[in-house]
């Protein structure tokens, strides 16, 4: 799917945040694997399913509750502070995973090995639990909660480059529920809308 720039302006600044999302992030359409790769629709969203497929079953989170988001789904950013930043070879990939039990078990971990030397993570770390979201940057620097996620992930990460030539680096999002995905992304629409001047 091939998205064009001043659509995506144009859109932020005419749909809701809801239909935003619908159109251009939860839709099967994916970018990378249709523009960056040079594949098909069709290819792509196989491509996206195995990405699930994948996932699902290193980490044991629904297939269905996993989603590519960021600019490798659509091509350009929509962090507010990135203004719109087209997808490149150093870019990363975002996916972002919906599950209660996941988040819930990792801010257990997290409260587990509450520690002064990691102090300096914790406003970030307590702020986005707060809106429903741990980030794995910043919970894989906690020595004690990073062997337990790389255990799920690795292969994950292994098998994601091996069967779908990923290279670039991947993020990973995990959210308590689809409300907090929404409201993470519909509340950064809002920031990016009251930057946009069409």
């Known amino acids: 799917m091939?998205?064009?720039?001043?659509?995506?302006?144009?859109?932020?600044?005419?749909l809701s945040g809801?239909?935003?999302?619908?159109?251009?992030?939860?839709?099967?359409?994916n970018w990378y694997f249709s523009k960056h790769q040079d594949q098909t629709e069709e290819f792509a969203v196989r491509q996206m399913d195995t990405l699930k497929e994948i996932l699902n079953k290193n980490i044991g989170v629904a297939f269905h509750n996993i989603i590519m988001v960021g600019s490798g789904?659509?091509?350009?950013?929509?962090?507010?502070?990135?203004?719109?930043k087209e997808f490149n070879d150093d870019s990363d990939i975002d996916i972002a995973i919906i599950s209660s039990k996941l988040f819930?078990?990792?801010w257990e971990k997290l409260r587990d090995e509450y520690s002064i030397k990691y102090i300096h993570n914790y406003n970030t770390i307590a702020s986005s639990i707060y809106r429903g979201f741990i980030n794995e940057k910043n919970f894989i620097s906690i020595?004690?909660?990073?062997?337990?996620?790389?255990?799920?992930?690795n292969?994950?990460?292994?098998?994601?480059?091996?069967?779908?030539?990923?290279?670039?680096?991947?993020?990973?999002?995990?959210?308590?529920?689809?409300?907090?995905?929404?409201?993470?992304?519909?509340?950064?629409l809002r920031k990016l809308k009251d930057g946009i001047s069409i």
Do not use: C, M, T
């Open 73 to 84: 789904k659509i091509g350009y950013s929509l962090s507010p502070q990135k203004n719109f």
């Open 18 to 29: 809801k239909d935003f999302l619908i159109k251009y992030i939860l839709r099967s359409n």
């Open 143 to 153: 020595d004690e909660v990073r062997p337990i996620w790389n255990d799920k992930i």
């Open 104 to 106: 819930e078990f990792i």
């Open 2 to 14: 091939n998205y064009i720039l001043e659509e995506i302006k144009q859109d932020i600044d005419i």
């Open 155 to 188: 292969n994950a990460n292994k098998e994601i480059q091996n069967k779908l030539s990923i290279y670039n680096s991947i993020n990973y999002r995990i959210y308590r529920s689809w409300e907090d995905l929404e409201s993470y992304h519909i509340n950064g």
